[in-house]
């Protein structure tokens, strides 16, 4: 007992009294961990992570004393890595930073469903009764059935109400952690990986045995899938060349794109379920593994000229399972949480269960 509160109290020692310093700390390791996301999960990766968010948290403890860390958190709000973006926006609304609510609004709306949490946290701990019209908004139309819920109850539940203090703290409860040495109510900034981490039962997706989906006027089923990853390449003929996928599960994966004429180049480390063509210079990839964690993402893959640029288009409920492709840009991904629809720039929609013959064991979820 004696040597964890020793380690406790130097670990507290080590955090800068003064805001602005310890804000640029975490915005230089935000600023690391985010230059890494196109590595793949590395040991480096995910001690960046785990010290960004022990640094975020650090100062969402010290609460609205601490808006001098404001500025250096805000250039992290454009990081490439939606992680270090939702983190530093969390932790921007614990510490009261009232600048932030017209950004939150703007990812009411985003494609990434983990940006639209993000924003749901922020207006929580900031908003007013103002706020409760946009946030009925994204009730209505949000692609994401688990961020259309969390935003009627928001919009529902009062914690909005002008009369409480902006930036006052957590609306609820489970928001916060007890310091098992000193007692502290802290608030929690968290990753964005424990937003996956939920029971089934409390995402509002019906199971669907037989792994039948409408979207729309077409109906679609695991039989209609594109070619899965697998421990030996799936090849995609592209331009002079072909982009080679695998998907190992535990043991990762990788898109590699084979010139005609040269040596392969890696372009994305991940283990990827499927990928598919949308235009001349453009395929989609999916990946993820439902292994330690239960993750999935999005990623257009574009080629400019010899060169390839991949940008995470978007976040998965949990781990992709399977793929369809509806042509003209449009994909369908099955999840553990349901059958999610990208349109080749962002998600738009979810499909609805129908009847069908089963699906076979290994997508029986």
Do not use: K
């Not at 946009?134 to 009062?158: D, E, F």
């Not at 002008?162 to 609820?172: H, K």
């Not at 990853?229 to 331009?239: D, E, N, S, V, Y």
């Not at 993402?297 to 399977?322: F, M, T």
Request: aromatic share 6%; net charge negative; hydrophobic share 40%.
């Amino acid at each position: 007992m004696l040597i964890e509160l020793a380690l406790t109290l130097l670990l507290t020692a080590q955090s800068a009294p003064d805001p602005a310093v310890r804000g640029d700390q975490c915005a230089r390791l935000g600023g690391a961990f985010g230059t890494s996301w196109t590595d793949g999960i590395t040991a480096e990766r995910i001690a960046l992570e785990r010290d960004f968010y022990i640094c975020l948290n650090e100062i969402a403890d010290t609460g609205r004393t601490a808006i001098g860390a404001a500025p250096a958190l805000h250039r992290e709000l454009d990081n490439p890595d939606r992680a270090v973006r939702n983190g530093v926006l969390r932790t921007l609304a614990h510490i009261g930073d009232q600048s932030v609510v017209p950004h939150a609004h703007q990812l009411l709306e985003a494609g990434d469903f983990t940006a639209s949490l993000a924003a749901l946290t922020a207006l929580e701990l900031l908003g007013t009764e103002a706020d409760v019209e946009p946030l009925r908004r994204t009730a209505a139309g949000h692609w994401s059935a688990i961020v259309r819920q969390r935003a009627w109850q928001l919009s529902l539940s009062g914690a909005l109400s002008d009369t409480r203090e902006p930036g006052s703290g957590p609306a609820r409860e489970e928001a916060m952690r007890v310091d098992p040495v000193f007692g502290m109510r802290i608030p929690r900034v968290p990753r964005d990986r424990d937003l996956y981490i939920l029971p089934l039962s409390d995402w509002p997706y019906p199971s669907c045995p037989s792994e039948t989906f409408r979207v729309a006027s077409e109906v679609v089923s695991w039989r209609d899938r594109i070619p899965e990853g697998q421990p030996t390449p799936t090849t995609l003929r592209f331009a002079d060349g072909s982009l080679r996928y695998t998907g190992r599960g535990e043991w990762g994966g990788e898109l590699e794109w084979q010139p005609d004429d040269g040596p392969p180049e890696q372009i994305v480390s991940d283990n990827i379920v499927g990928a598919t063509r949308t235009s001349a210079r453009t395929v989609v990839v999916v990946a993820g593994l439902a292994h330690s964690g239960d993750e999935g993402r999005v990623l257009i893959v574009e080629r400019h000229g010899d060169h390839w640029r991949a940008e995470d288009a978007a976040s998965l409920p949990s781990a992709p399972l399977w793929v369809v492709d509806f042509g003209e840009g449009r994909i369908g991904i099955r999840t553990a949480r349901g059958f999610h629809v990208f349109d080749g720039r962002r998600m738009i929609g979810e499909g609805q269960c129908e009847p069908g013959p089963l699906a076979p064991p290994e997508f029986a979820r």
